[in-house]
DNA sequence: CGTATACTCCGGGTTACTTCA
DNA sequence: CCTGAAGTAACCCGGAGTATA
């Protein structure tokens, strides 16, 4: 792992990790990142509170300096909040067709009337599908992507589930209300929405129209894969954290045990010795080579055992010129 | 200006369904 | 064919932010 740190400032970076954890070594291999910059899709749990409609307004209204926001991320990383650098698709409504739109009204009229079990869904929905089909200006009838449109879910005449949820989505109000069914999307529709979050993991409510008509989905489904893809996210990185917590606490218990051994053989060889060798002894001893006077606090037996050898003087003298290095 | 209400979005938890070994 | 595990779409609930009266 290594540490990166990213300060972008028009396109969100979310997460840099550069290279996960293979070793058991904690202490060199921790990986954290910081991203500061216009992260405005990616936030942490207590940013994410912070925002709100308004702050999605802002996003879809371009690059605007004035409201920076924070990104310190601490967790190794998630793939599936890498950043792509290849094989990207391009949506031109994710950063730049939006800035031209005004953001969606929230007011009244969109379809406050109903209040009930449902009524969130409900009421999201009529809201939805309704500033679809009165907005024909908006960015979502404006541009196309070079993605196949799905109808009944079908792909090119091949046949899925999704066929099925699909018709059933333009059935009565009465069989969606009614029946929960769920069938898969294609897999498709998973790469795009896939795609889309990998770029904003958070949609506004356009960027939720957009897909929605893009993918042949209703809005709700698209809200619902990415409420639900948020989650997967967060559990994966929750299992790589406690992973990464694992080895570090076997990394540390490891140590603890070589010192608990060392400390052991200390406390041993201390008990061995005769009680006058026990003595500590302050000598000072001169380089040869820098002629630098040390002060050393040691055994009387160490020090003279050591004191003449040729070999343990140079070690004195590289130390010397360790210290002088480290002392500059 | 402060308050109440309505509305929306989101996270967390859960359920129900599908797929696969 | 049956079954249990895993994955995931859909749902429910509560909290928080915002707009409006």
Redesign the pocket.
């Known amino acids: 792992m290594e540490l990166a740190l990213s300060l972008g400032v028009d396109t969100p970076k979310p997460i840099l990790f550069l290279e996960k954890s293979s070793s058991s070594s904690c202490s060199k291999d921790v990986g954290f990142c910081m991203d500061l910059g216009k992260c405005s899709e990616v936030l942490d749990?207590a940013g994410?509170?912070?925002r709100?409609?308004?702050?999605q307004e802002i996003i879809s209204k371009g690059s605007s300096t004035d409201h920076p926001s924070l990104q310190l991320d601490l967790l190794p990383f998630s793939p599936v909040s890498r950043n792509t650098s290849s094989s990207q698709l391009c949506f031109p409504w994710l950063s730049q067709n939006l800035a031209s739109e005004p953001g969606l009204t929230?007011?009244?009229g969109?379809?406050?009337?109903i209040?009930d079990?449902?009524?969130?869904?409900l009421?999201?929905e009529e809201?939805e599908e309704g500033a679809a089909l009165s907005s024909p200006n908006s960015e979502i009838s404006s541009f196309q992507m070079n993605f196949p449109i799905y109808r009944n879910g079908n792909l090119n005449g091949k046949r899925?589930?999704s066929e099925n949820?699909n018709s059933s989505s333009r059935a009565s109000d009465e069989e969606?209300a009614s029946a929960?069914?769920?069938?898969?999307?294609t897999k498709e529709q998973?790469a795009f929405l896939e795609e889309s979050f990998k770029e904003h993991n958070?949609?506004?409510?356009k960027q939720k129209l957009a897909l929605a008509k893009q993918l042949n989905l209703r809005p709700?489904?698209v809200?619902?894969?990415?409420?639900?893809?948020?989650?997967?996210t967060?559990l994966k990185q929750t299992e790589v954290d406690c992973e990464y917590l694992k080895k570090c606490c076997e990394t540390l218990t490891e140590e603890n045990k070589r010192m608990q051994k060392e400390l052991q053989e200390l406390r041993t060889l201390k008990s061995s010795q005769p009680f006058h060798m026990q003595l500590p002894a302050t000598t000072l001893t001169m380089c040869p080579s820098c002629e630098r006077v040390s002060t050393t606090t040691t055994s009387f037996a160490a020090t003279t055992a050591t004191a003449t050898t040729a070999s343990n003087t140079a070690a004195l003298h590289n130390n010397h010129k360790l210290i002088s290095l480290m002392t500059k």
């Open positions: 749990e994410r509170r912070k709100s409609r308004n702050h929230h007011g009244p969109g379809g406050k009337a209040l079990m449902n009524r969130r869904q009421v999201a809201a899925d589930h949820y969606d929960r069914k769920k069938l898969r999307l998973s958070t949609l506004n409510p709700r489904q809200e619902v894969w990415f409420q639900n893809r948020r989650a997967r967060k």
